[in-house]
C-alpha cells in the first residue's frame, strides 16, 4: 500500500498545538521489517506513512517490539496499536 509520507519530526517536535494522533498501524512489509502508519489530527483522515526525522524514506524496524516501543515512547501515543503482520511470514525473531 502506498501512502504519503509525513516526517518523524513532525509527530514529535513540530506536531500542532493540540494537534493528537489518531489512530497508529505497524504493518509488515514483504521482507518482513516492519513500518508505521499513521493517521494524524491536524492533516485530516488520510493514513500516513512514517518517515524518517529529516528524509523522505520510510522508517523501518526489525522487530515488531522496537516500532511500538517507539511508538510509545518517543511519539508519546497511549492508544490502541494495531498489529498487521504478513501472511506466510511466520519468523519468530521478527517479533
Known amino acids: ?6 516526517l518523524e519530526r513532525e509527530l514529535t517536535t513540530q ?3 493540540g494537534g493528537s ?3 497508529v498501524h505497524v ?3 514483504q521482507d518482513g521489517k516492519w513500518h508505521i502508519n499513521i493517521r494524524v489530527s491536524w492533516r485530516g483522515t488520510a493514513l500516513f506513512h512514517v ?3 529529516d528524509k523522505k524514506r520510510i522508517r523501518l524496524y526489525t522487530k515488531v517490539a522496537s516500532a511500538i ?6 511519539y508519546e501515543y497511549d492508544g490502541l496499536v494495531s498489529v498487521h503482520p504478513r501472511p506466510g511470514i511466520r519468523n519468530s525473531a521478527n517479533f
Open 51 to 53: 518517515a524518517l526525522y
Open 69 to 74: 516501543r517507539h511508538i510509545v515512547m518517543v
Open 1 to 6: 500500500m502506498e501512502l504519503a509520507l509525513i
Open 21 to 23: 494522533i489518531t489512530d
Open 15 to 17: 506536531r500542532p498545538q
Open 27 to 29: 504493518c509488515q512489509r
